[in-house]
């Protein structure tokens, strides 16, 4: 009689066995870098200039995504969305005004437009509303040591990395970049250099290996590091921008080495996390997620001397293949470089072709870590493991919102695009005939650059994808861009769009 008894309980040893190997890691490690393009890693074979050996070495352990979009082509959006696992249409962050004193919690009509504009824009959200249920507070909630460490960009007290379930928050800063530059001496209030001419980079990912070294394993630890890299102002180690000189090759649209200094440091911060998890021994315990905020920046202008001494003025890089970049709808401002390292789901060298958008994040880790998605808070984002574990994801579409006209290369009026499959629906604000949208639509799968608009030659297709672009305003409650009454066809210029105007716009850089 006491034989089926412990064949029982040997089945059930080896069913909690099972159970255990499958469960999930504990910490997290968030890399987010700030304007890191598609194209400025070695990832996708697109650059000859930055060999980013640290990016592939996190590659090598995980998953890299090929068509991994950020929620907005600008960063304090997207932030927000990684943040709450909503898009901007239902969180309002559209733009990134949350280092300005005006505190704007629910997006708006602007006021007025130019009389040579067709629609009146929207006006942002400028903070992190600290009702939200952040992933900061979430992680925290369940039993997570929390640090922040670089950028934050979405408010100053009250809605700092502190108030959003964070234990610490290094160097404490609101702005859109570092302060003053990236090599010392640096502008914090509170936060000084330790060594001459140290570079923000080297000593962020030095304080986030020292916090990951307090946590001892007492319990999990969510690593927040969203890098200063490679925002503005251009600025980099003398020593990394004179070895790129002699390697430019000046009929490339990538020939900035200051530029390529400051991606070179990028991949040593990366370098430095994955030293740390490797001589700590916690490299099947640790989630790593590595992404950008937004594509590589092409507006901006960085005053560069050649080995003959002669001057010229380049934009930072290029996004090519991909249009446009940093500030633009089209592919270079949203498609992102994006890595994930997941024990127990990625497989190791994979990639993966599967469209996942930077708010995915957060429920999908509310789901591998078993931590219940907070109740009355609707998440946008979508559980991308089946990608993890190397399948398809049963996704319609994603919607990437941006009702803004920087005039930056490759701009658009006020504008929402939508993929789905290999296609992208771009819809422009009343930008049409009497007050109608105008539309883009590209097949991805033949035309990675965007060069040829199929709407007039598919319009059925458009209607389809126009549908779930209006579907998706309606359930997100989302502030959209009206007509404007006092537009004046005397006043438009058509031509104009898509034209940066006076050229490469001027920089601070050193």
Not at 244 to 262: E, K, N, V
Not at 455 to 473: C, G, M, N, T, Y
């Amino acid at each position: 009689m006491r034989l089926p008894h412990f064949t029982l309980l040997i089945t059930l040893l080896a069913v909690l066995t099972c159970f255990g190997s499958a469960a999930p890691s504990k910490n997290v490690i968030f890399i987010l870098a700030d304007d890191y393009g598609w194209a400025d890693s070695t990832l996708y074979g697109h650059t000859d200039l930055y060999p980013t050996p640290n990016i592939e070495r996190l590659a090598s352990r995980g998953m890299t995504f090929s068509r991994a979009y950020a929620n907005s082509p600008l960063c304090s959006p997207t932030r927000a969305s990684v943040m709450t696992g909503q898009i901007p249409t239902r969180h309002g962050s559209t733009n990134p005004q949350h280092h300005l004193k005006t505190v704007r919690l629910k997006a708006t009509i602007a006021d007025k437009a130019d009389p040579g504009s067709k629609a009146i824009m929207t006006e942002s959200v400028t903070r992190l509303d600290t009702n939200w249920p952040t992933l900061g507070k979430q992680l925290k909630q369940a039993g997570y040591a929390t640090g922040h460490f670089g950028k934050w960009h979405l408010g100053r007290e009250p809605y700092s990395p502190l108030e959003h379930g964070f234990d610490v928050d290094v160097p404490h800063w609101h702005g859109a970049g570092p302060a003053g530059w990236f090599v010392a001496p640096w502008m914090y209030s509170n936060f000084k250099a330790n060594l001459p001419r140290e570079h923000i980079e080297d000593r962020m990912s030095e304080e986030a290996v020292s916090w990951m070294k307090l946590q001892s394993g007492e319990k999990p630890f969510f690593l927040n590091y969203w890098m200063f890299s490679v925002h503005a102002p251009f600025d980099g180690k003398t020593s990394l921008r004179d070895y790129y000189r002699d390697r430019i090759d000046h009929d490339s649209s990538q020939r900035s080495p200051l530029y390529a200094a400051m991606v070179h440091s990028l991949d040593d911060a990366v370098g430095s996390l994955l030293d740390y998890v490797d001589a700590a021994d916690i490299a099947d315990e640790t989630i790593i997620i590595f992404l950008s905020d937004n594509g590589g920046n092409i507006h901006s202008g960085v005053n560069e001397t050649d080995t003959k001494g002669d001057s010229y003025t380049t934009s930072p890089t290029s996004n090519a293949p991909l249009r446009g970049g940093k500030a633009s709808i089209f592919e270079g401002g949203i498609r992102v470089p994006c890595v994930v390292v997941w024990p127990g789901l990625t497989e190791p060298g994979s990639r993966s072709d599967a469209i996942i958008q930077a708010s995915d994040f957060y429920p999908t880790l509310h789901a591998q870590l078993q931590i219940d998605l907070p109740d009355e808070h609707v998440v946008d984002g979508l559980d991308i493991t089946p990608a993890l574990e190397g399948g398809s994801i049963d996704r319609e579409a994603i919607f990437t919102y941006f009702p803004h006209s920087p005039r930056v290369p490759e701009w658009l009026p006020p504008s929402i695009a939508v993929h789905s499959g290999d296609w992208k629906l771009i819809r422009v604000f009343h930008e049409g005939e009497n007050g109608q949208h105008d539309y883009l639509l590209y097949d991805l799968s033949t035309d990675i650059g965007e060069t040829t608009n199929l709407a007039a030659k598919h319009p059925e297709k458009v209607a389809r994808l126009d549908s779930l672009i209006e579907q998706h305003i309606q359930d997100t409650n989302a502030v959209v861009p009206v007509p404007n009454p006092n537009f004046d066809p005397s006043e438009y210029k058509p031509e104009q769009i898509g034209i940066q105007p006076g050229g490469l716009k001027k920089s601070r850089s050193r």
